[in-house]
């Protein structure tokens, strides 16, 4: 090594120490880089048609091989270098810090790689994908928290070896006073929705592609990330809501157990309706439907009013939107055959007129007698 440093400085002894050591370092870090590249080409050549799959392995190892190589090319030029002590304390300790984010990062790409490979097994793209939804739900939430952890551990570590906030945080963390307080209180929502997070993946009121109605809006859970869940409304909006809503307020899951719904449609008809006739023609709608899933089909009278009944159809379907087609098909088809079949289901109007003064006689009388007439005769 001493050999080496003195052949360096026979031939760059012209030129300032601190810029032969820079200098060092960046052709360190630039063979370190066309290294990599190389050897990512090479890998992904050999590989292409063999194993396909482990194309996305090396993308996800990319990055921290990349800096690895970097941080061992300096880590093998910087005794080499002809620097100060100060620069050279600078660089060690920049060094440092960058093994420990790269440290870091190995982490996280490890957590992340350990979670792909676990939900393989799981696909939300089939109809009865109930325990791949609830595994997905789990696997990202608890990723989304360790990653929180592994960059605040990280940072903390990097921030340690500064004396300055070494010092600073260990003042901080011994006094109880106003300056923790305070920190304690702004980082209450941060850790309040961490903590939701972590009930969710245990206990899942909610998971991933799940039914529900928050704040009067209809959609589908999206993505549950570490302090927020995104719902994909019916009409492709965003709704995005805190995690601890889902664990201190109400809201409807229509998915939490299974996927099958019954679906609700009411008819306000005439009293002169014939019941029977509607209900089996409801029943033909939905034997004709490729969404109803063969379970539930009903029609009941559930009210009255001086004017109409109400009737109520229950039928069900397999998934939430499927029920919602269907109840949109079969209505339109209940109102189709009311309107070509049973025309005097419709609700109406009635009036019972009375001629006034008919008794009488005259001409008054016959007036009178004649107004009703018309207006019995505008009913019917």
């Known amino acids: ?30 063979s370190a880089l066309l290294v990599h590249h190389t050897a990512l080409w090479a890998a992904r050549r ?63 790409r490890a957590v992340d790689m350990g979670a792909a490979r676990y939900l393989q097994k799981f696909r939300l793209d089939v109809e009865e994908n109930f ?19 592994i960059v605040i551990v990280a940072i903390s570590t990097a921030l340690m070896t500064f004396d300055s906030v070494r010092q600073y945080g260990v003042s901080l963390f011994a006094s109880a006073g106003a300056a923790g307080l305070i ?41 549950i990330a570490s302090t927020y869940v995104v719902i994909r409304l019916w009409d492709w909006r965003r709704l995005v809501v805190p995690l601890s809503y889902f664990i201190e307020r109400p809201f409807q899951n229509w998915t939490r157990d299974a996927q099958s719904l019954i679906g609700a449609i009411a008819l306000h008809v005439d009293y002169g309706a014939d019941v029977p006739r509607i209900r089996r023609r409801l029943e033909d709608a939905a034997r004709d439907s490729k969404l109803w899933d063969g379970v539930v089909v009903n029609l009941q009278v559930i009210d009255t009013n001086p004017h109409t ?62 107004v009703g007439m018309g207006v019995v005769r505008a009913h019917n």
């Open 1 to 30: 090594m001493d050999a080496i440093s003195a052949k360096l400085d026979q031939i760059f002894g012209w030129v300032p120490q601190w810029f032969v050591g820079l200098s060092l370092v960046a052709g360190a870090i630039i």
């Open 46 to 108: 050999a590989l292409a048609h063999k194993t396909p799959v482990a194309i996305p392995l090396l993308d996800r190892v990319a990055g921290p091989a990349r800096l690895a190589l970097c941080l061992a090319a300096v880590a093998f030029v910087l005794p080499l270098a002809p620097l100060n002590d100060a620069l050279r304390q600078q660089l060690s300790h920049f060094f440092v810090v960058a093994v420990i984010a790269l440290i870091g990062w190995i982490s996280a």
């Open 131 to 149: 325990l791949a939804r609830k595994h997905v739900t789990q696997v990202r939430v608890f990723k989304r928290v360790i990653d929180t952890l």
């Open 183 to 223: 920190v304690g209180l702004a980082a209450r929502p941060l850790l309040s929705n961490l903590i939701a997070g972590v009930q969710i993946a245990i206990t899942q009121p909610i998971r991933i592609e799940d039914a529900v109605i928050i704040e009067n809006e209809w959609g589908w859970v999206e993505d």
């Open 309 to 370: 009944i109400e009737l109520r159809a229950l039928i069900s379907a397999r998934t939430a939107p499927q029920s919602w087609d269907l109840r949109c098909e079969v209505r339109e088809k209940l109102l189709a055959y009311i309107r070509d079949e049973m025309p005097e289901a419709f609700p109406r109007g009635r009036a019972m007129i009375t001629a006034v003064g008919a008794e009488q006689g005259g001409l008054f009388g016959q007036k009178n007698s004649l």
